[in-house]
Every structure is written in C-alpha cells, then in structure tokens.
C-alpha cells in the first residue's frame, strides 16, 4: 500500500457540485485506488473549488500553485493531470524530483487547444504560451497513461520527439492505457427528473448530455430534426448541459445550437435546453431517455479523442448515435451498442435516429449490450488496473534515475525551451523596433540617431564598470 496523491485540476463531484469530465475522472480514480487497491489516497481539488465541508470517496484537499509541491512531498507517488500549463511548469521546476509521478494523457490537449485558437498571429502565440507550459511536466514524468491505443501512438511520438523515450527506457513500460471507466454498481432509477413533466410518458427522448464544445457538432442534430418529426412526431430532443460550467470551453457553438432551433421554430417546444446537472443524478436522465446522440466534426482532436460521455451511456444502457471517425463511436458499433453516422451528414443522422426509435427490440438489444460491456470490460476497478500497479511499486524512470544521464537526455532535445527563449528575443525585439519608430515619429531622424548613440554608451559603460555582468 502507498501514500498516493491525486491531482484534479477542476471541481469534482461532490454531492450537488457540478463537475465536468477532468473532475470526474480524477474522483474516480483516487476513490478506485482507495477501495479496490488499498492505498492510502489523498485528493487534492482546486482551492478556488475547496469545500471543508465536502465528503469525498477519500481525503481532500485544496491545492494551489503555492502549495502544491509541499502537498506532494509527503507521499509515495503522485498522480497529476497534463492538462493544466501552470501546474505542469511549477511541479517540474519545484517539486522534489525523486517523488515518483503519474502524468495522465487521457485528454490530448495539446491539439485540442489548437481548435480553440484562431487561425492567426494571436492564435499561434497563445498556442505557443501553452505548448510552453504543458511541455514540461512530459520531461518529468516517470509513468504515463493515455485512453486508447490511437492515443498510446501519438504520444510514443511526441515522448520520443522529448527524449523519453530513449535507450534507458526503450524496454520499460514507460506510457500505458489508462480508459475512462463506470462504475460496478449498475445504472439506477432513484427519481423522475423530466418524465411527465418536461416532456410526456409517451415521447421519445433523444438526448444530448454534457457540453457542445467546438469540436462537437450538435448544430447537424438540430437541422436533423424536422426530418425526425415528420416520421415521429413525439420525438423530443433534450440538451442537458451545453455550456462548461465552470466556464473552460468556449460557449459558441452552444450559442449557435440554440440560434439554429429557434431559427427552425423548435426551441422549447420540441428541443428543450436544459441545465448541467450534477453527476450523482445521470443515471435518471439515461434511463429515461430513448437513445442518446453525440456528433463531432471530422478534425485530429476527434481522432484522437476518448468521448467519456459516451462510455457512461453504456453503463446507463443507452443505445448511442454517433459520428464517425473516433475510438469509442468504432467501439460501439463493433459490440453493437450503437451505431455511427458519416460526420456532417444530416440526411443520414435523421435515417438512423427514425430508424432506432422506431425499433424498440433493436432498442433493447442495444440496451443489453451496452450494459454488458461496461459491466465487464470497463469498471473503473478493472481499466485502472495499469495505474494501481504503478502505485503500487512507485518508482523513477530509468532516464531520471541518474541526474548526470537525465541532464544530457532531456537536454539534448530541448526543442520547446530553446523555442520558448527564441519567442521571448523575438517579442524583446518588436517592442525595441516599436519604441525607436516611436522616437523616429516624435524627433526625427537626427533624434533618433542621438537617442541610440546615448544608449549604446550607457550600455558600454555598464559594460565597464561591470554592473551587467552574467
């Protein structure tokens, strides 16, 4: 058994508390960890969303950049997210580097910020301000877990590219498969919560759960749907969710979602947009739905992207819709869960959701199996498995093992600092050539030429007397 903190970089779900996927995922983990493995686990939750008052699967804390790497010292090893740049820079400047740490990989971060980024100067620049503060905590990793095999081959890459993996930890089991799970405890009824009341007994829910991120494409769903209605009238589709939040995605597609269904005269009538709920309830939106539908656009982030709503519908035995093109839609389709749909293609989404409520024996079956795979192939207990045993022997990578080695290995592909310092002289230069345009502007050009003179014999003279000495 080992002292085991982990990290989540957003609020978890705490009893009535909204959470999103990062904080579920962590809460999950250290509550498997602790029941089914028997290590001594700490979780540690942003401070900004600590509650003294909250019970968690384990112990909790608040954490903060401040405190994070004194909270860490006093465990056997650590497992902490990649997706947060300011912890993944203080934790491999500050933190002791023999504390053994686990990076999960699970949300490919790195491309999917490139989707929230314009296609310009600024979107390349704030793309590179976070490349340069996720990077180093891959370079002080000793184990890694990504969701899916897609997954492990990208991040083989990039880890390679760093210098991780390299003669002293070609042959180890450095970076392995770590999926989102559900739990062992089948899907409940424990309440009505839309059921005669927002819609009717009789109607056929479609449901949309969680939120309408850029990447998704709920906006080929709604123009899907007076094809739906006119072959079942009783559809009702349901947005639970929609908008992050805590507010970590952009909320545009959201926005032209619900522009989109009041521009077809279906907003509040047949398409209902309702609010994030909290995760304990799920179970009651799952099982009083039909079917539920998740559509994306074609882009590397779907790819290569673990979509973990989709994973809990099976465990609620919600037959799924999905769009093609990612990891977890092949799955569902493969074990008869569900079925996709070419991305884009409304014609082709409306065919299949008529065809499905119209199926309610194909409903069933799909239900059963859905079921079945989360039961015995996707518990949190048994897809942590790899991560437990990690904690379970807690120990360096071979190439951080000897500092002399590590240093000369992760400092002879050091791409991303030497890109960072290169981005910072090039900034320090536009601000030089905009201050002398400035004074070229105000006092001309023999101004600007005393103004330089002046300031290269100051420089020289610091020079001198030695007062900018390195």
């Excluded at 009824?189 to 449901?207: A, F, N, P, S």
């Excluded at 850029?214 to 006119?230: C, Q, R, S, Y």
């Excluded at 239900?367 to 379970?392: G, N, Q, S, Y």
Aim: proline residues 6%.
């Amino acid at each position: 058994m080992s002292k085991v903190l982990v990290i989540s970089p957003e609020a978890v779900p705490v009893a009535g508390r909204l959470a999103a996927g990062p904080g579920i995922r962590y809460w999950q983990i250290a509550k498997s960890l602790a029941k089914d493995y028997k290590h001594n686990v700490t979780l540690a939750v942003p401070e900004k969303d600590f509650n003294a008052t909250d019970k968690g699967p384990t112990p909790m804390i608040p954490w903060d950049l401040k405190n994070i790497c004194d909270l860490a010292d006093d465990h056997d090893c650590v497992v902490m997210p990649h997706v947060h740049s300011g912890l993944s820079t203080v934790y491999r400047k500050n933190a002791n580097p023999k504390i053994p740490t686990a990076v999960d990989l699970y949300d490919p971060v790195l491309i999917e910020n490139i989707g929230l980024q314009p296609a310009n100067e600024e979107g390349a620049r704030s793309f590179s301000h976070y490349l340069s503060g996720v990077i180093p905590i891959l370079k002080r990793g000793d184990y890694f877990v990504c969701a899916n095999e897609r997954q492990r081959f990208y991040y083989i890459g990039v880890l390679n590219a760093l210098g991780r993996i390299n003669p002293l930890t070609y042959r180890e089991d450095i970076l392995e498969i770590v999926p989102f799970g559900v739990d062992e405890k089948p899907a409940e009824k424990t309440k009505e919560v839309m059921r005669g009341q927002t819609v009717d007994h009789e109607d056929k829910v479609i449901l949309w759960f969680s939120g309408i991120y850029p990447w998704f494409d709920a906006l080929t769903l709604i123009e899907a749907m007076p094809a739906v209605l006119k072959k079942e009238p009783r559809a009702k589709l349901v947005v639970l969710g929609g908008a992050h939040p805590a507010g970590h995605a952009p909320d545009d597609e959201y926005l032209r979602t619900q522009a989109k269904s009041k521009e077809l005269g279906l907003f509040g009538e047949t398409i209902l947009f309702m609010e994030w709920q909290p995760y304990e309830d799920r179970a009651d939106w799952y099982l009083e739905s039909d079917i539920a539908v998740v559509t994306h656009k074609p882009s590397l982030e779907t790819e290569l992207s673990h979509r973990t709503r989709v994973i809990d519908f099976l465990w609620g035995g919600l037959p799924v819709i999905t769009s093609r093109g990612d990891a977890v839609g092949q799955m569902v389709e493969s074990r008869g869960c569900g079925q996709t749909v070419a991305a884009g293609d409304k014609e082709a989404l409306a065919e299949s959701i008529i065809a499905l409520l119209g199926d309610d024996p194909k409903r069933k079956k799909m239900a059963a199996m859905a079921r079945e795979l989360a039961a015995t192939e996707l518990t949190w207990k048994k897809v942590i498995e790899p991560l437990a045993d990690f904690c379970a022997n807690p120990h360096l990578a071979a190439d951080r093992k000897d500092e002399r080695l590590a240093r000369e290995t992760l400092t002879a592909v050091d791409t991303i600092d030497e890109h960072f310092r290169l981005s910072q002289i090039v900034n320090h230069t536009k601000t030089l050539w905009q201050k002398v345009q400035n004074v070229y502007e105000a006092e001309g050009l023999a101004g600007t030429i005393n103004r330089s003179v002046d300031v290269v014999a100051r420089q020289f003279k610091k020079g001198e007397s030695g007062e900018d000495k390195r």
